[in-house]
């Protein structure tokens, strides 16, 4: 960006992005997404910053206007190739646009701040006198620089790709708890479940499908990771980015990948994997254990962060249907820990007699609940291996509220005097309230 007509070129960008979301909100169906959005609203009561993270396309943008009811306000979107010449000296001149344009303000809306150097300190002098919003496609953003000036002046909040709840919604499809016990409305949600885990819950991806979700995943791995990072083999950590999705979930060590990958340095795959979760395509769960020196070094368990993405990019020679819905109930998991149960903490177990359980939730010193994730839990065998893992676990982590999640089975049964709960995946998706969450 030349200096000669810098701040009108800012207007310019300016006016052109304010009329996209515009464009945006009149030609797509925009529903309200499922986070507190009073919550929200309060973190930016008072001069403060609030940060909407999450991966790419996922629609932390739409969230941060929704969250100020689209009133007119300063918003700047800096992954635009139009500021690719913007620099640290060129805030003021973009301040100065702000207030040409919209005259004295109270809120500003700063997308992808992080691409400009030195954008810390700009937020910095903001929030004295201004109500931020910023949104990141990197949880470590908020490291470094920012987190030492801003130490109790910000809250974070990670927005995930649609619940299955909000894909009904966007797709138009009526629900209501009463028709629970319609044939036709459960034969309808099934199909719709279906669609749900072969497309995902990116907002794109209904509207265009796979090759959007391929172009969302390059643009990670080419702008977000390998542009802005030090990686040296370019080629193998594709295929090693590629290779998780693929085989998520799965328990892995870095001295097993190590020899997949022909790696002499464990550090070197610690180090991409990190770039990988901090792009927030991947996450990691720990393995339970109440010696913290055991679970440092235990194996851990890898989830995409959205079966329509892991169905676009992974590689797989059959569908196992099993496993994509442990990833969606991970994905569940996480996103009900982000928006409404914040000292959640989620991890899976397995003991010495290879009895796993898929999930454990725990919060504060007590574990809440124990799940297992099960396709066709009418196989005698099945069965009897996912209630033996929950019975173990339950005698040694002390819980009593046992839930195994089927495809469509539902029902109780006692088992060595305590109670297993089983309910078909649609309908503990469907859940919606914090007490409905942990039953």
């Not at 932390?60 to 306000?73: A, G, H, P, T």
């Not at 291996?385 to 982590?397: F, I, N, V």
Request: aromatic content about 12%; proline content about 2%.
């Amino acid at each position: 960006m030349r200096n000669s007509g810098k701040l009108e070129v800012l207007k310019r960008v300016i006016v052109a992005q304010k009329e996209e979301i515009d464009e945006k909100f009149r030609r797509e169906n925009i529903i309200q997404r499922e986070c507190d959005f009073s919550l929200l609203r309060k973190h930016i009561s008072s001069p403060n910053i609030l940060a909407i993270l999450g991966i790419r396309r996922c629609g932390k943008s739409v969230l941060s206007w929704q969250i100020l009811d689209r009133n007119v306000l300063p918003y700047i979107n800096f992954d635009d190739e139009r500021l690719v010449e913007f620099k640290t000296e060129d805030f003021d001149k973009l301040l100065q646009a702000f207030y040409e344009l919209y005259g004295d303000f109270e809120y500003i809306v700063l997308d992808e701040p992080h691409n400009i150097e030195n954008w810390e300190l700009f937020v910095n002098r903001l929030r004295r006198t201004k109500r931020v919003i910023i949104t990141g496609s990197n949880s470590k953003m908020l490291s470094g620089e920012l987190s030492t000036h801003l130490t109790g002046r910000y809250i974070d909040f990670v927005l995930f790709p649609f619940s299955f709840r909000e894909f009904l919604e966007i797709n138009d499809f009526p629900f209501k708890s009463q028709n629970f016990y319609s044939t036709k409305q459960i034969g309808l949600l099934k199909k719709m479940l279906e669609d749900y885990l072969k497309i995902g819950g990116f907002p794109e991806g209904y509207l265009f499908g796979r090759e959007i979700l391929v172009r969302i995943y390059g643009d990670i791995i080419e702008k977000d990771i390998l542009k802005r990072c030090n990686v040296k083999r370019k080629i193998t950590f594709k295929e090693f980015s590629k290779y998780l999705i693929s085989n998520s979930p799965f328990e892995f060590s870095f001295s097993k990948l190590k020899n997949v990958f022909d790696i002499k340095d464990v550090h070197t795959l610690k180090n991409w994997l990190s770039l990988i979760e901090n792009a927030y395509l991947v996450f990691v769960l720990e393995r339970f254990s109440f010696k913290l020196k055991e679970q440092a070094i235990a194996p851990r368990k890898i989830y995409c962060i959205d079966t329509g993405l892991a169905n676009a990019i992974g590689f797989k020679f059959s569908e196992n249907k099993g496993r994509k819905i442990e990833n969606l109930v991970a994905i569940e998991l996480l996103r009900r820990k982000s928006y409404r149960s914040k000292k959640w903490e989620i991890y899976y177990w397995r003991d010495h007699q290879q009895n796993e359980v898929d999930f454990v939730i725990k919060e504060g010193l007590k574990v809440q609940q124990l799940i297992q994730v099960c396709h066709d839990i009418e196989d005698y065998r099945t069965r009897e291996r996912e209630t033996k893992g929950l019975l173990k676990a339950s005698g040694e982590l002390d819980c009593r509220n046992l839930l195994i999640i089927t495809w469509d089975f539902e029902g109780e049964e006692e088992a060595r005097g305590k109670k297993i709960k089983f309910i078909p995946l649609w309908k503990w998706l469907l859940r919606g309230s914090n007490k409905d969450f942990i039953k």
